[in-house]
């Protein structure tokens, strides 16, 4: 069975900083692993997905992915984040032959002024 | 081009109540799922639909929930009769399909039903 660990279920940062979001997973199987972001009272839009080639992904808003399959991370990253960035962000993951999408538990990201 | 459409946006029950969601898919999706988003914690799959039929619904409930796609298009999520710990957000996603192997067809989320059951 798949799993997702999100390492932090808060990260405050402040405007134009760097920010670096955590995610790990656990399968015995090939895997495809997305980043969703979800904005208060909104469903989730996805950020960037990986499914195969380069590790390094990048997806809307600025923001980019590192698949890491020794140590099965998958963490988010941008190099300056703006106020609109706060939002929750959810990794997930899905065996390549499987239909279902596991998700973590989300990280909530905040970024002040 | 319309997203997927969900109503009520919200709603309010006394336990043991019944009470139902509606969605409305993407045109043309084939695959329509429901998740259950309790606060705090990602979603998690309760029912996935291939057109009308059912393709997982090994994390459903079975014995309050209940979900159907008639016509393969529109779908209901039931529950009969609710819990407190069935508070919640209720997404439902719809996707092309049947995918090519080796290929992902993305998910696209609705707004969800936020449910407080008192």
């Known amino acids: 069975a798949q799993s997702v660990t999100q390492l932090d279920s808060q990260v405050p940062v402040f405007e134009e900083a760097p920010v670096e979001l955590r995610c790990n997973y656990s399968?015995?199987?090939?895997?495809?692993l997305f980043w969703y972001v979800q904005y208060p009272n909104q469903g989730l839009q996805l950020l960037l997905k990986?499914?195969?080639?380069?590790?390094l992904v990048k997806g809307i808003n600025g923001f980019e992915a590192e698949f890491n399959k020794s140590q099965t991370s998958f963490h988010l990253r941008k190099p300056s984040v703006h106020i609109s960035d706060t939002a929750e962000y959810f990794c997930?993951?899905?065996?390549?032959?499987?239909?279902?999408?596991?998700f973590g538990e989300g990280t909530q990201l905040t970024v002040n002024p | 081009e319309a997203g997927v459409a969900q109503s009520p946006r919200y709603k309010i029950i006394e336990k043991r109540q019944s009470v139902a969601f509606w969605c409305n898919p993407i045109?043309?999706?084939?695959?329509l799922y429901w998740y259950q988003q309790i606060l705090g914690q990602g979603p998690k799959l309760l029912i996935q639909?291939?057109?009308?039929?059912?393709?997982?619904d090994s994390q459903l409930p079975k014995d309050r929930f209940s979900a159907e796609r008639l016509k393969g298009v529109d779908s209901t999520l039931k529950i009969q009769p609710a819990k407190l710990e069935d508070s919640a957000v209720y997404l439902c996603?719809?996707?092309?399909?049947?995918?090519?192997?080796?290929?992902?067809?993305?998910?696209?989320f609705g707004p969800g039903t936020r449910l407080t059951v008192l």
């Open positions: 997930a993951v899905k065996e390549t032959s499987g239909s279902r999408l596991t």
């Open positions: 990986y499914l195969s080639g380069s590790t």
């Open positions: 996603a719809s996707s092309l399909g049947p995918r090519l192997a080796g290929t992902y067809n993305e998910q696209f």
């Open positions: 639909f291939q057109n009308n039929g059912v393709v997982d």
């Open positions: 399968s015995s199987v090939s895997v495809y």
């Open positions: 045109s043309g999706h084939a695959t």
